[in-house]
């Protein structure tokens, strides 16, 4: 009777540990929200495989430099929009110590890699099929642009559509500065 | 014994004859109900999002070109990961998915059982124990006074 009892606590325990699992996980949605808010705060874990090579990029390995997060996917009619804007500001900070990632998410690699192409994509594309960053970002639709800062913190702002020059100079020059 | 296990045989092809063939030969339909759409998780069929649109397409073409279910699945599952898949699979690690609740009931009606038994037991007892006075012998004295009582009543 007591290893019944035992195994009923331990089945309690394992059940509010899994809750508690999975809030933890679903915290990284403040990031954003957090970022809006006007705070600065430790940009989540990020290693994905790039798109068009072996290997991995880590967010983490950027330490030292600016780093411009841009989400999107092939499909995603605000990311066609935005992708010269991306591209011309790319191509001028690139020399200036600042770094481009465009994450691509929920998205075939096949279509990827027509969009990387007929957009002549400036900067690494890494991969994320399953989506599985969004929720560690916050990230509520695409696209979506964050800025990372030298000590690896998330700055305002954060693009919540097709990003304009003027919006990712601006976000650049403030991660810059923090 | 022979008989048994030849109607076991045909059973068992007769369960996995439609399966083989759904596998070689699948619907768009079946699939479209099967497969979840990663940007806004319900089935395909019921999805109208752009990535759905494009993944019914290449359900459609790879379905033309004779794939079977299984490689349809395996494919979108390399691009989107396993939450595509509307239900897990039944081997490696996603086979958890079906034994935990399958084996969550067994020890629930293992408790349930192991419960009703001791529960029957101990009322066994209890009738046993309730009985034990009256099949035991009166004492001599009591006896003799029960009469006593009696014979007083009825006068």
Known sequence: ?178 | MRLVAVAAAVALFAAAAPALASDRHPTQGELERELVCPTCHTTLDESDAPIARQMKAEIRRRIAQGATKSQIEQELVDEFGPSVLGVPRKHGFDLLAWALPLGGVGVAAAGLAFGAWRWSRARDVGDTVSQAPSAAPLDPELDRRVDEELARFDA
């Open chain 1, 1 to 178: 009777m007591r290893l019944l009892r035992l195994l009923a606590v331990a089945v309690v325990v394992a059940l509010l540990g899994l809750l508690v699992w999975d809030m933890a996980q679903a915290d990284g949605s403040k990031v954003a929200k957090k970022v809006d808010q006007g705070q600065v705060v430790a940009a989540p874990k990020l290693v994905l495989p790039y798109h068009d090579r072996d290997g991995s990029f880590d967010l983490a390995a950027q330490r030292g430099k600016v780093v411009v997060v841009n989400f999107w996917a092939s499909w995603c009619q605000g990311c066609k929009k935005e992708a010269g804007a991306l591209n011309a500001a790319a191509r001028y900070w690139r020399d200036k110590g600042v770094v481009f990632l465009g994450v691509d998410v929920n998205d075939f690699r096949s279509a990827a890699s027509r969009f990387v192409d007929r957009h002549d994509v400036a900067y690494t594309i890494v991969r994320d099929g399953p989506g599985s960053t969004l929720g560690k970002w916050g990230v509520t639709g695409l696209p979506e642009t964050f800025f990372v800062d030298r000590k690896g913190r998330v700055v305002p702002p954060h693009v919540l559509a097709a990003a304009t020059r003027e919006q990712l100079d601006e976000g650049i020059r403030r991660a810059r500065r923090s």
